[in-house]
């Protein structure tokens, strides 16, 4: 009976309690006199789903035993349990369960089968002493505060307020607009054009999906794509993205523009599925696109030693005849190894590295110049995006960037708006 009991409690990876007993510990300190200063946290390893579709389940298992590990190590007088798949709970007093703490048990690497690997992790904590209710709710709360850090930044952590509760209750009413946006065709595409800077021809466009609600607003993407990739919605969304983009690829190619490429963002969640080469292969099967054409942009989010993966999805799509480029380069992945093994087609550069020319003409662009100068190290592209101004187009071109996307060239536009603006360049040369 007792080795019943234990498997009912214990987590039998890690050997750390599991989430019922994390909660009977909960409830058992809220009943006693010790809750004062106590607080639960929600500990989640960043970007594990991609480090274990990367690397491998087997090396996943032992990463979280290493972090298991550490946790009961460095924090000896907390109650420590796993309690989702790569999240633990924390209980214990509030100088010791505190945010600078689990922040520090991250900074080191994680030694795994022989190889050093570094990882972040995001927290969300709820103090007891101004908790009301069980300990169903109290992990409640801390999940609450963990969803609110992680839609601000991995690494990042957050206290539980009262506040929360609305906001959350938000994210549920938009995550059920979103999923009805989706089957009842509310969803839709915009066309960025991308053009050569000198000489402004155009040279692709970048499909940007938007999101009309019910009552006729729109929602940023920036506040409902992060839903989506936590509601596992995005594969869905993204495919759907993929195919329409296509299919405006191989209508823009009717129409006497056969050399456009047309660039789509794909999510990380979307780049790890284990069908996505086949989603690729059935939207151009389906739409006719010429692959060559097709330009896959994504950000990198997972730790420089699951490149292998991410170097293996490149090699298929080139197999294909799809380009892949890297957005938002220069704000945080810009490994020259890294670049040299993945030998992407094309780099992004980050809209926040563009200085304002007009109001600042002598403001640094060293930063843009290094990483214009490493694309050319390496023989690949680059396209600045976010470009307004005249004065920012000439200092890229000075710099060696031949390619800009920005308001400087046009506006994200439904289609008719952008045959209609392609038609005008090609009469305008």
């Known amino acids: 009976m007792n080795s019943l009991n234990d498997l009912s409690f214990d987590d039998t990876l890690t050997g750390l309690p599991n989430r019922l007993r994390f909660l009977l510990e909960v409830d058992d300190r809220l009943r006693g006199s010790r809750n004062a200063d106590a607080t639960v946290a929600m500990v989640d390893i960043d970007a594990f789903a991609e480090t274990n579709d990367a690397l491998g389940h087997e090396f996943g298992d032992k990463l979280l035993r290493a972090v298991a590990q550490r946790l009961r190590v460095r924090l000896p007088g907390a109650f420590i349990a ?9 209980l ?3 100088s010791l369960v505190a945010p600078r703490v689990v922040a520090c048990l991250f900074e080191e690497p994680y030694c795994v089968e022989g190889q050093e690997i570094r990882i972040s992790a995001t927290h969300g904590y709820v103090n007891l002493g101004e908790h009301e209710g069980n300990g169903a709710d109290a992990l409640r709360n801390a999940s609450f505060a963990l969803i609110r850090a992680k839609s601000t930044q991995r690494g990042n952590y957050s206290m539980f307020t009262r506040t929360m509760d609305i906001e959350i209750m938000e994210r549920v009413r938009m995550l059920h607009g979103l999923r009805s946006a989706l089957n009842e065709d509310r969803l839709f595409l915009m066309y960025q054009p991308q053009v050569r800077i000198d000489g402004g021809q155009p040279v692709g466009v970048e499909a940007l999906i938007r999101w009309r609600a019910d009552d006729g607003r729109f929602v940023p993407p920036d506040r409902f794509i992060p839903l989506a990739e936590h509601a596992g919605l995005i594969v869905d969304i993204g495919s759907w993205v993929l195919r329409q983009a296509c299919y405006e690829q191989a209508k823009i190619a009717a129409a006497g523009f056969p050399n456009m490429r047309m660039a789509v963002n794909v999510s990380a969640v979307q780049f790890r599925h284990p069908r996505f080469i086949e989603q690729v292969r059935d939207a151009l099967h389906e739409t006719g696109a010429t692959a060559g054409q097709i330009e896959l942009e994504f950000t990198p989010t997972m730790p420089v030693e699951a490149l292998n993966f991410v170097e293996n999805i490149r090699n298929e799509l080139a197999g294909i005849g799809v380009k892949l480029a890297i957005d938002g380069f220069g704000t945080g992945f810009s ?12 780099l992004k550069l980050d809209r926040s590295l563009l200085p304002a020319q007009s109001t600042n003409p002598n403001n640094g662009h060293q930063i843009v110049e290094m990483m214009i100068q490493l694309g050319h190290k390496l023989g690949v592209a680059a396209l600045a995006v976010g470009v307004e101004e005249t004065e920012q187009a000439n200092m890229l071109l000075q710099l060696g960037c031949q390619e800009a996307q920005g308001y400087l060239y046009g506006r994200p536009m439904e289609p008719a708006a952008l045959y209609a603006w392609l038609a005008e360049r090609r009469n305008a040369t």
Do not use: P, W
């Open 82 to 90: 796993r309690v989702a798949g790569d999240t633990f709970g924390l």
């Open 92 to 94: 214990g007093e509030s």
């Open 335 to 346: 490994s020259m190894s890294a670049l040299q093994r993945l030998r992407v087609d094309r």
